[in-house]
T-cell receptor
């Protein structure tokens, strides 16, 4: 059974720092891995998606990496800003193919609550 | 391009009642998944609908049921509500037919409070 763990559960850093959020998963047979942002009481915004054949994806100040062999993904945030304060969740979809028979439901970590202090 | 929409945004129900939540997928998407997110936790997969059929189901009791319509929109029904059903209910959509990597797009959620 796939399990996804995020460390740390909470993180508070001064504005301007570069930081790394960690996500680990127990089953390396994933189809893709997504990082999401969730503001308090709100829905989920997709930040980055890494397919199983890829090693990293970048969007602006965000960079996500994927190492299937070690069961890890990291989200790197450069030059953090107070507006980056939110909960960041990672989720992977298991299965090896795009067929409807594949189990590609998302399995989630509990999230890292990030606070960027001005 | 309309994203995923959900209604209502908030709902308060009493134990034992029934509730129906609604979701319209992102334009061009044909598959809808429902998730339950309790406070402070990651979402839990409830079920997924494609071609108007339930294709995958998580570990939720039969009190949770759903439906997908020909226009790909979906409903989540919960019967005999319990206090523990209080949560944020999220709808996500993907396109199975299109050549995408199954990036899931989420709606804003429906906050259900059971008293």
């Amino acid at each position: 059974k796939q399990e996804v763990t995020q460390i740390p559960a909470a993180l508070s850093v001064p504005e301007g720092e570069n930081l790394v959020l960690n996500c680990s998963f127990t089953d390396s047979a994933i189809y893709n891995l997504q990082w999401f942002r969730q503001d308090p009481g709100k829905g989920l915004t997709s930040l980055l998606l890494i397919q199983s054949s890829q090693r990293e994806q970048t969007s602006g100040r965000l960079n996500a990496s994927l190492d299937k062999s070690s069961g890890r993904s990291t989200l790197y945030i450069a030059a953090s800003q107070p507006g980056d304060s939110a909960t960041y969740l990672c989720a992977d979809s298991c299965g090896q193919s795009r067929s409807m028979d594949s189990n590609y439901q998302l399995i989630w970590g509990a999230g890292t609550k990030l606070i960027i202090k001005p | 391009d309309a994203g995923v929409t959900q209604s209502p945004t908030h709902l308060i129900k009493t134990r034992g009642q029934q509730v129906t939540l609604r979701c319209s997928p992102k334009s061009g998407h044909d598959t809808v998944s429902w998730y339950q997110q309790a406070l402070g936790q990651g979402p839990q997969f409830i079920f997924q609908y494609y071609e108007e059929e339930e294709r995958q189901r998580g570990n939720f009791p039969d009190r949770f049921s759903g439906h997908q319509f020909p226009n790909y929109s979906s409903e989540l029904n919960v019967n005999a509500l319990l206090l523990g059903d209080s949560a944020l209910y999220l709808c996500a959509s993907i396109s199975f037919r299109m050549k995408e990597a199954y990036e899931q797009y989420f709606g804003p959620g429906t906050r259900l409070t059971v008293t």
